[in-house]
């Protein structure tokens, strides 16, 4: 699945299961930033913000409450008009 393919939330099941998935992903991705935050690396940090900003908008509108605490400082921005 491609940055810019996008998850239907009412799909079927599948696409259900890929919705679940990028979730458990951006958890994971804003966890791997928080240690890496921590322990003062920079660079890993940046690049972790821009792959969870960019798994956020893979998942879209339809899960911003659960994703509402993985928040990250890189502005939203559209990859899809680059």
Do not use: W
């Amino acid at each position: 699945m491609g940055v810019t393919s996008g998850v239907k939330i009412n799909g079927d099941l599948g696409a259900n299961d890929a919705l679940d998935e990028l979730v458990a992903l951006a958890r994971m991705i804003a966890y791997a930033r928080q240690v890496a935050q921590d322990v003062k690396l920079q660079f890993a940090t940046n690049c972790l913000d821009l792959a969870l900003e960019a798994v956020k908008q893979e998942v879209g509108e339809g899960l911003t409450r659960e994703l509402a605490e993985l928040s990250s400082p890189v502005p939203l921005l559209s990859i899809k008009s680059h």
